[in-house]
């Protein structure tokens, strides 16, 4: 079993809907990352996490250390946020297999 | 202020090969870390390495090796390569370590034949 958990693996949804992508972990860890890849490769940091939420723009992480989960919320979804979604652990050490999202215009 | 670099940015070779990637990070960033990236793993951690020192490293075999010069800049050398060994080989550079503001380079897309 993976140690981080993402859910779903793949999303498929329309342009202006509310995007919710889950990571469970079952290890330890003080702080949760979340990081967005677009076709091509290019990994781009969106969130550090340790406890709480954070928001950027249209987007917003969520954390609960104790339940060992984080949610990346994105509001009003646009074709141009279709990418890979990845959650990883602490100093990047352990990653979700990443969550594919596309959205349709 | 360029970003992280990565060269080649594609590489065929063949099975027992080696071969040796490269990363220039953003200037005054002192901690570069390597990744490969698989279809059927996703994102592994390979290595860290800060101000010359390996500080971290993943659980990879042997064959995965690497070093940081004085200038920051980093090598990673794959030895007697296996065909399991073809992915993306991403490094990622920052001020002071991954648990920070981390900015990827392009990759390199090794295919081992």
Known sequence: KNEVEQSPQNLTAQEGEFITI???????????????????????SLFMLSSGKKKHGRLIATINIQEKHSSLHITASHPRDSAVYICAGDDKIIFGKGTRLHILP | KAGVTQTPRYLIKTRGQQVTLSCSPISGHRSVSWYQQTPGQGLQFLFEYFSETQRNKGNFPGRFS?????????????????????????????????????YFGPGTRLTVT
């Open chain 2, 66 to 102: 690497g070093r940081q010069f004085s200038n920051s800049r980093s090598e990673m050398n794959v030895s007697t390569l296996e065909l399991g060994d073809s992915a993306l080989y991403l490094c990622a550079s920052s001020l002071v370590g991954p648990s920070y503001e981390q």
């Open chain 1, 22 to 44: 889950n990571c469970s972990y079952s290890v330890g860890i003080s702080a949760l990352h979340w990081l967005q890849q677009h076709p091509g490769g290019g990994i781009v």
